[in-house]
């Protein structure tokens, strides 16, 4: 496995951080013509479509039996879950602050680490933990209005929570499936559990302006279809350690692309937490990880 990206490596890479990064303006703009459970659904019916397509191109095999219920969870977790709860914590939270919110995500999973799988944390790693929530207080704090959190920047938090849930239960099914292999069942189970909020959608597609819909439609065909895709291309050219230091990037990006799309300003608080909890970040992925105990 390269330990340097390559030309290809590097495309690759900026596609995925540049897709993800435009998702949370791409959810601000869609929430003005629909409910955070109508953009969930719609944006992965989009994906789920792309993704068959290039499964039967590519005949990708479909996932065993036994591994269903487990895919289905899942799926739960890492669709069904975190984007209902991003996009309802969205409805309050600028882009660029629920990016910088999102990114204590590696936090969570340390610790649920921890609480599953029986991992130790170096001190250096439990000081990166107790930074990021320092941060992410600041952030809730500043996307409130007066003194109160605000709700929707801990929905994102919980939001955070899932998504960690969602890559502690893959690990193991990482030794069966390729990374877009497992990514393209879950998305796929996921959609199915937002299938409630089909009859809405209907009623709300007649009359939803253009460019709202297509905001939702570029949620599904990039963020969610081609972004993983090509991620899919980096772990499988890098260590995953070195690929997962790229994430940082992302929360910059998102500003930026708030600011040129939306133009969303985030307040200075916001980015003083935001700073707050990269730096916490990156203590924790890169704390020396303590062994499992026997």
């Known amino acids: 496995m390269k330990t340097q990206l390559d030309k290809r490596t590097l495309v690759a890479a900026a596609v995925t951080l540049v ?38 191109i590519t005949r ?80 809730t704090g500043g996307e409130a209005k007066g003194f109160s959190l605000d709700f929707g920047a801990l929905l994102i938090l919980l939001s955070a929570v899932s998504n960690s849930g969602w890559m502690i ?30 009859p809405s959608l209907l009623q709300a597609l007649p009359t939803a302006p253009i460019n709202a819909t297509i905001a939702v439609i570029y949620l599904g065909v990039f963020p969610s279809a081609i972004a993983y895709a090509t991620w899919a291309y980096v772990l499988a050219q890098i260590p995953a350690s070195r690929a997962a230091t790229l994430i940082y990037v ?3 990006l998102a500003i930026f692309i708030a600011w040129v799309w939306l133009a969303e300003v985030p307040t200075l608080i ?18 020396r990880r303590a062994e499992k105990p026997t």
């Open 19 to 56: 897709c993800w990064a435009s998702a949370f303006a791409g959810i601000r703009a869609s929430l003005s013509a629909y409910t955070p459970g109508q953009i969930a659904l719609m944006r992965f019916l989009v994906a789920s479509v792309v993704l068959a397509v290039y499964a039967v």
């Open 60 to 139: 990708m095999p479909l996932p065993k039996k036994q591994d269903l219920g487990a895919i289905a969870i899942i799926g739960f977790l890492g669709i069904t879950a975190y984007h209902l709860l991003l996009n309802y914590g969205q409805l309050t939270v600028t882009a660029g602050a629920a990016s910088l919110l999102v990114n204590t995500t590696p936090v969570f999973t340390a610790l649920l680490a921890i609480a599953f799988l029986g991992e130790r944390l170096s001190f250096r790693r439990w000081i990166g933990i107790a930074v990021s929530f320092t941060g992410a207080v600041v952030i």
């Open 250 to 252: 992302v929360p910059v």
């Open 169 to 198: 239960l893959q690990k193991p099914y990482l030794k069966k499936y390729s990374p877009l292999q497992l990514t393209t069942y879950s998305i796929w189970a996921g959609t199915l559990f937002l299938t409630p909020f089909l």
């Open 270 to 287: 916001s980015l003083i937490g935001g700073a707050i909890v990269l730096s916490g970040v990156v203590l924790v992925n890169t704390g």
